[in-house]
């Protein structure tokens, strides 16, 4: 139970607050307090205090992204998203808040296991090769408002990575997701690609955050994960949270899940993947994908990558770097023999049984969250869940009327 001692407030409270003495709250967790609009600048200060890189949603380049911020006013906002397949775009909005938007073409993923990272570098001396340099050491992170789906891949790459599922532990991804704190933003105005409550990842956060917060009117119903939640809440202003309020975080996410764009059946898709080897599906999703790759760049789960050596002429080193790769690459499967998938119908038809079914063998979950990302940054617009739909022999969900109205 939450022990509280009135005392006057660290800061102004914003408008809407009860006309009460402020409480400090020393909760337990999974403990809801109520956090004022102001109090997310206070929450920063507070990351910053404790050493962490805070990174959250801003504006770049046209898109929103996760860049590295200082202060609250730095935050994307007074902005939504429209997404279809094939085309993103950001619109102005009247709203002063953080709900409007969905993800952008970046996820966390690129924090834990970077685009590029050098894994060592060595020269020759007296005969012998000496270890100069491996990794950097990984920042300590914030991550701020980042959605459910993004914290789901997170989890998702947390087996990926982990020693129990593969031979090798990457000691890179291990450091920075064990100093990383979360700051999630339930979703309550989800966009026209999203399908997160068909795979069971949103609306809201479940576990694996330290704070998650449902925005309201005037402020955001804060619940805390983890002793580090704990620990930064005791540095805040807030107070316990009214029936209504919460009542209203509840009706938030609720239409949420009802106004999703897209619908998926996980489980059905998975099972009738299983057995789609040869259907002849693939030969019509063939004459549409371009193999670009964009999908796998984008997806926030997937952990395809290459390494290349290299030397430098002018101190005699040599390097070691791993980068990002797509098994939709021709040179991908590359052997002695050739290409194992050499056509671009054998290479979607691997990633999207992949994705949503050999997945599941491999680390016990799905590889798909639902953020949608895959179908925005489609330059051919194909649509994952209308493809997984018609290898079962099925109509995909189109968005419901809802949805449409709620982004119109």
Same mark, same amino acid.
């Given at each position: 139970?939450?022990?509280?001692?009135?005392?006057?407030?660290?800061?102004?409270?914003?408008?809407?607050?009860?006309?009460?003495?402020?409480?400090?709250?020393?909760?337990?967790?999974?403990?809801?307090?109520?956090?004022?609009?102001?109090?997310?600048?206070?929450?920063?200060?507070?990351?910053?205090?404790?050493?962490?890189?805070?990174?959250?949603?801003?504006? /770049?380049?046209?898109?929103? #992204? !996760?860049?590295? $911020?200082?202060?609250? &006013?730095?935050? %994307?906002?007074? +902005?939504? *998203?429209?997404?279809?397949?094939?085309?993103?775009?950001?619109?102005?909005?009247?709203?002063?808040?953080?709900?409007?938007?969905?993800?952008?073409?970046?996820?966390?993923?690129?924090?834990?296991?970077?685009?590029?990272?050098?894994?060592?570098?060595?020269?020759?001396?007296?005969?012998?090769?000496?270890?100069?340099?491996?990794?950097? /050491?990984?920042?300590?992170? #914030? !991550?701020?408002? $980042?959605?459910?789906? &993004?914290?789901? %891949?997170?989890? +998702?790459? *947390?087996?990926?990575?982990?020693?129990?599922?593969?031979?090798?532990?990457?000691?890179?991804?291990?450091?920075?997701?064990?100093?990383?704190?979360?700051?999630?933003?339930?979703?309550?105005?989800?966009?026209?690609?999203?399908?997160?409550?068909?795979?069971?990842?949103?609306?809201?956060?479940?576990?694996?955050?330290?704070?998650?917060?449902?925005?309201?009117?005037?402020?955001?119903?804060?619940?805390?994960?983890?002793?580090?939640?704990?620990?930064? +809440?005791?540095?805040?202003?807030?107070?316990?949270?009214?029936?209504?309020?919460?009542?209203?975080?509840?009706?938030?996410?609720?239409?949420?899940?009802?106004?999703?764009?897209?619908?998926?059946?996980?489980?059905?898709?998975?099972?009738?993947?299983?057995?789609?080897?040869?259907?002849?599906?693939?030969?019509?999703?063939?004459?549409?994908?371009?193999?670009?790759?964009?999908?796998?760049?984008?997806?926030?789960?997937?952990?395809?990558?290459?390494?290349?050596?290299?030397?430098?002429?002018?101190?005699?080193?040599?390097?070691?770097?791993?980068?990002?790769?797509?098994?939709?690459?021709?040179?991908?499967?590359?052997?002695?023999?050739?290409?194992?998938?050499?056509?671009?119908?054998?290479?979607?038809?691997?990633?999207?049984?992949?994705?949503?079914?050999?997945?599941?063998?491999?680390?016990?979950?799905?590889?798909?969250?639902?953020?949608?990302?895959?179908?925005?940054?489609?330059?051919?617009?194909?649509?994952?869940?209308?493809?997984?739909?018609?290898?079962?022999?099925?109509?995909?969900?189109?968005?419901?009327?809802?949805?449409?109205?709620?982004?119109?």
């Amino acid at each position: 139970m939450a022990q509280t001692t009135e005392t006057s407030s660290p800061g102004t409270p914003s408008a809407g607050w009860p006309s009460q003495p402020a409480q400090v709250l020393s909760p337990a967790v999974g403990q809801e307090v109520i956090l004022s609009r102001s109090g997310l600048g206070d929450l920063i200060a507070a990351l910053r205090r404790q050493e962490y890189q805070v990174v959250g949603p801003v504006r /770049d380049n046209g898109v929103i #992204a !996760l860049g590295p $911020i200082t202060a609250a &006013d730095q935050l %994307a906002t007074h +902005v939504s *998203d429209w997404q279809n397949p094939g085309e993103y775009r950001l619109q102005e909005s009247d709203l002063d808040s953080y709900s409007q938007y969905v993800v952008g073409p970046d996820s966390a993923k690129r924090y834990v296991f970077p685009p590029v990272m050098r894994l060592f570098r060595m020269r020759v001396q007296d005969g012998q090769f000496k270890f100069e340099a491996g990794p950097p /050491d990984p920042p300590k992170l #914030a !991550l701020l408002l $980042i959605r459910p789906c &993004d914290l789901a %891949a997170l989890l +998702v790459m *947390d087996r990926v990575f982990s020693a129990v599922h593969r031979c090798e532990t990457d000691l890179y991804f291990r450091r920075a997701r064990q100093q990383m704190c979360i700051v999630v933003l339930n979703c309550t105005r989800p966009g026209q690609n999203c399908f997160c409550e068909s795979m069971g990842t949103g609306p809201a956060a479940s576990s694996g955050f330290d704070l998650a917060l449902t925005e309201l009117s005037d402020g955001f119903l804060m619940k805390v994960g983890s002793a580090l939640g704990v620990r930064l +809440v005791a540095e805040l202003h807030t107070r316990l949270p009214l029936p209504a309020e919460v009542e209203l975080a509840k009706l938030r996410l609720e239409l949420a899940r009802q106004r999703m764009g897209r619908r998926l059946d996980a489980a059905q898709a998975a099972e009738s993947l299983q057995n789609a080897i040869e259907h002849p599906h693939w030969d019509q999703v063939a004459k549409r994908c371009l193999a670009c790759g964009n999908c796998t760049m984008v997806c926030p789960t997937c952990f395809c990558s290459g390494v290349s050596d290299s030397n430098d002429l002018c101190d005699g080193s040599v390097s070691r770097t791993r980068s990002w790769d797509s098994c939709f690459t021709y040179q991908f499967t590359y052997t002695t023999a050739g290409p194992v998938r050499s056509s671009v119908r054998a290479r979607y038809r691997h990633w999207l049984r992949h994705k949503l079914c050999t997945f599941r063998e491999q680390f016990a979950c799905s590889g798909c969250v639902g953020c949608g990302r895959c179908i925005t940054w489609c330059p051919a617009g194909i649509d994952l869940t209308r493809e997984a739909a018609a290898v079962a022999g099925r109509d995909s969900a189109q968005p419901s009327q809802a949805a449409a109205g709620l982004r119109s």
